[in-house]
Protein backbone atom coordinates (compact mmCIF):
# COMPACT_ATOMS: atom_id res chain seq x y z
CA UNK A 1 0.00 0.00 0.00
CA UNK A 2 1.55 3.34 -0.64
CA UNK A 3 1.91 6.04 1.72
CA UNK A 4 0.85 9.40 2.26
CA UNK A 5 3.85 11.77 3.21
CA UNK A 6 3.79 15.14 4.84
CA UNK A 7 7.12 16.88 3.13
CA UNK A 8 7.08 20.32 4.59
CA UNK A 9 9.74 23.41 5.27
CA UNK A 10 9.72 24.85 8.60
CA UNK A 11 11.08 27.44 10.97
CA UNK A 12 13.48 26.18 14.11
CA UNK A 13 10.14 27.15 15.89
CA UNK A 14 8.14 25.08 13.74
CA UNK A 15 6.06 27.57 11.75
CA UNK A 16 5.73 27.05 8.16
CA UNK A 17 4.98 30.46 7.14
CA UNK A 18 5.48 33.82 8.68
CA UNK A 19 2.50 35.96 10.17
CA UNK A 20 1.38 37.33 6.62
CA UNK A 21 2.08 34.00 5.01
CA UNK A 22 5.72 34.32 4.42
CA UNK A 23 8.02 31.69 3.01
CA UNK A 24 11.58 33.90 1.92
CA UNK A 25 13.25 32.68 4.51
CA UNK A 26 13.31 29.16 3.06
CA UNK A 27 16.66 28.27 2.34
CA UNK A 28 16.72 26.14 -0.69
CA UNK A 29 19.78 26.10 -2.79
CA UNK A 30 20.51 23.80 -5.40
CA UNK A 31 21.74 20.79 -3.35
CA UNK A 32 17.93 20.93 -1.20
CA UNK A 33 16.33 21.34 -4.29
CA UNK A 34 17.40 18.60 -6.22
CA UNK A 35 16.62 16.64 -2.73
CA UNK A 36 13.69 17.52 -3.27
CA UNK A 37 13.17 16.79 -7.07
CA UNK A 38 14.79 13.06 -6.42
CA UNK A 39 12.01 12.43 -3.63
CA UNK A 40 8.98 13.70 -5.20
CA UNK A 41 9.71 12.57 -9.03
CA UNK A 42 9.23 9.38 -7.48
CA UNK A 43 5.85 10.14 -6.03
CA UNK A 44 2.54 8.55 -7.18
CA UNK A 45 0.47 11.59 -6.81
CA UNK A 46 0.59 15.33 -5.35
CA UNK A 47 -2.10 16.28 -2.95
CA UNK A 48 -2.68 19.65 -2.52
CA UNK A 49 -5.02 21.96 -0.83
CA UNK A 50 -6.68 24.71 -2.85
CA UNK A 51 -4.44 27.59 -1.93
CA UNK A 52 -1.41 25.37 -2.37
CA UNK A 53 -2.38 24.32 -5.93
CA UNK A 54 -3.07 28.11 -6.81
CA UNK A 55 0.31 29.19 -5.70
CA UNK A 56 2.02 26.04 -7.24
CA UNK A 57 0.03 26.13 -10.33
CA UNK A 58 0.84 30.00 -10.62
CA UNK A 59 4.33 29.52 -11.08
CA UNK A 60 5.56 25.40 -12.18
CA UNK A 61 3.51 24.90 -14.98
CA UNK A 62 5.86 27.21 -17.34
CA UNK A 63 8.64 27.71 -15.28
CA UNK A 64 11.10 25.77 -17.18
CA UNK A 65 10.64 28.17 -19.88
CA UNK A 66 12.06 31.12 -18.07
CA UNK A 67 15.94 31.23 -19.20
CA UNK A 68 16.35 32.41 -15.77
CA UNK A 69 15.43 29.54 -14.10
CA UNK A 70 17.96 26.60 -14.81
CA UNK A 71 18.81 23.76 -13.18
CA UNK A 72 16.40 22.04 -10.26
CA UNK A 73 14.37 24.81 -10.53
CA UNK A 74 13.52 23.98 -14.59
CA UNK A 75 13.33 20.10 -13.67
CA UNK A 76 10.72 20.54 -10.87
CA UNK A 77 8.62 22.18 -13.72
CA UNK A 78 8.68 19.22 -15.18
CA UNK A 79 7.91 17.38 -12.42
CA UNK A 80 4.99 19.38 -11.00
CA UNK A 81 3.60 19.58 -14.22
CA UNK A 82 3.54 15.55 -15.25
CA UNK A 83 2.58 14.80 -11.99
CA UNK A 84 -0.97 13.34 -11.07
CA UNK A 85 -2.54 15.71 -8.87
CA UNK A 86 -5.84 16.31 -6.61
CA UNK A 87 -6.65 18.90 -5.14
CA UNK A 88 -9.18 19.48 -2.34
CA UNK A 89 -11.43 22.14 -2.60
CA UNK A 90 -14.96 22.80 -2.01
CA UNK A 91 -14.70 26.00 -4.09
CA UNK A 92 -12.38 25.29 -7.17
CA UNK A 93 -14.82 24.43 -10.04
CA UNK A 94 -11.77 23.16 -12.47
CA UNK A 95 -8.03 22.47 -12.14
CA UNK A 96 -5.47 22.18 -14.86
CA UNK A 97 -2.24 20.36 -15.49
CA UNK A 98 -3.43 16.30 -14.82
CA UNK A 99 -5.20 17.45 -11.60
CA UNK A 100 -8.28 16.28 -10.18
CA UNK A 101 -10.31 18.71 -7.99
CA UNK A 102 -12.10 16.40 -4.98
CA UNK A 103 -14.41 18.11 -2.79
CA UNK A 104 -13.85 16.52 0.95
CA UNK A 105 -10.96 14.14 2.77
CA UNK A 106 -13.01 11.51 3.13
CA UNK A 107 -10.56 8.77 5.07
CA UNK A 108 -12.17 5.81 3.18
CA UNK A 109 -11.84 7.35 -0.53
CA UNK A 110 -8.51 8.46 0.87
CA UNK A 111 -7.48 4.70 1.90
CA UNK A 112 -9.06 3.25 -1.69
CA UNK A 113 -6.55 5.88 -3.58
CA UNK A 114 -3.61 4.06 -1.18
CA UNK A 115 -4.51 1.28 -1.86
CA UNK A 116 -4.09 1.85 -5.65
CA UNK A 117 -1.09 0.69 -7.57
CA UNK A 118 2.03 3.39 -7.77
CA UNK A 119 4.25 5.29 -5.73
CA UNK A 120 3.82 7.47 -2.32
CA UNK A 121 1.81 10.41 -2.25
CA UNK A 122 3.53 14.01 -1.38
CA UNK A 123 0.39 16.12 0.82
CA UNK A 124 1.39 20.38 0.36
CA UNK A 125 -0.24 22.73 2.19
CA UNK A 126 -1.11 23.22 6.20
CA UNK A 127 -5.05 23.51 5.95
CA UNK A 128 -4.90 20.25 4.36
CA UNK A 129 -2.30 18.18 6.49
CA UNK A 130 -3.94 19.19 9.64
CA UNK A 131 -7.02 17.61 8.00
CA UNK A 132 -5.51 14.03 7.27
CA UNK A 133 -3.90 13.74 10.55
CA UNK A 134 -7.09 14.61 12.38
CA UNK A 135 -8.46 11.69 10.01
CA UNK A 136 -5.09 9.98 11.23
CA UNK A 137 -3.84 9.68 7.30
CA UNK A 138 -0.25 10.53 7.11
CA UNK A 139 1.87 7.60 7.22
CA UNK A 140 5.93 9.48 7.20
CA UNK A 141 6.82 12.97 8.14
CA UNK A 142 9.37 14.61 6.31
CA UNK A 143 10.39 17.81 7.83
CA UNK A 144 13.19 20.06 6.62
CA UNK A 145 14.43 22.64 9.55
CA UNK A 146 15.75 25.71 8.23
CA UNK A 147 18.05 27.28 11.00
CA UNK A 148 16.34 30.37 11.47
CA UNK A 149 13.82 32.20 13.83
CA UNK A 150 11.17 34.04 12.24
CA UNK A 151 9.77 34.80 15.74
CA UNK A 152 6.28 34.39 14.97
CA UNK A 153 3.91 32.72 12.38
CA UNK A 154 1.45 29.70 11.54
CA UNK A 155 2.99 26.58 13.07
CA UNK A 156 3.00 23.20 10.97
CA UNK A 157 1.34 21.63 13.53
CA UNK A 158 -2.23 22.47 15.53
CA UNK A 159 -3.11 21.24 19.14
CA UNK A 160 -4.26 17.84 18.35
CA UNK A 161 -6.00 15.32 20.80
CA UNK A 162 -4.26 12.56 20.37
CA UNK A 163 -0.71 11.17 20.56
CA UNK A 164 1.27 9.98 17.39
CA UNK A 165 3.76 7.46 18.09
CA UNK A 166 6.74 7.94 15.40
CA UNK A 167 9.92 6.35 14.98
CA UNK A 168 12.93 8.36 13.29
CA UNK A 169 13.92 6.82 9.94
CA UNK A 170 16.40 9.26 8.42
CA UNK A 171 17.97 12.52 9.02
CA UNK A 172 20.40 14.60 6.91
CA UNK A 173 22.27 17.69 7.06
CA UNK A 174 22.46 20.34 3.88
CA UNK A 175 25.36 22.34 3.01
CA UNK A 176 22.82 25.66 3.57
CA UNK A 177 22.46 24.49 7.31
CA UNK A 178 18.65 22.84 6.35
CA UNK A 179 18.19 19.38 8.49
CA UNK A 180 16.01 17.24 7.36
CA UNK A 181 14.31 15.06 9.49
CA UNK A 182 12.35 11.81 8.26
CA UNK A 183 9.58 10.28 10.91
CA UNK A 184 7.19 7.03 10.33
CA UNK A 185 4.19 5.79 12.14
CA UNK A 186 5.17 3.30 14.46
Given amino acids: MRKIILMMSVSLEGFFEGPEGQIDWHLVDDELHGYFNE ?3 AMGAFLHGRRTYELMADVWPTADADPANAGPTAEFAGIWRDMP ?3 FSRTLERADWNTTVVRDVDPDAINELKARPGGDMAIGGADLAESFMRHD ?7 CIHPVLIGKGRPLFPVADARVGLRL ?7 NGVLLV ?3 RR
Avoid: M, N, P, W
Avoid at 137 to 143: A, F, R
Avoid at 170 to 175: A, L, Q
Fill in 182 to 184: RYA
Fill in 169 to 175: VETRTFG
Fill in 137 to 143: LIDEYHL
Fill in 39 to 41: RLS
Fill in 85 to 87: KFV
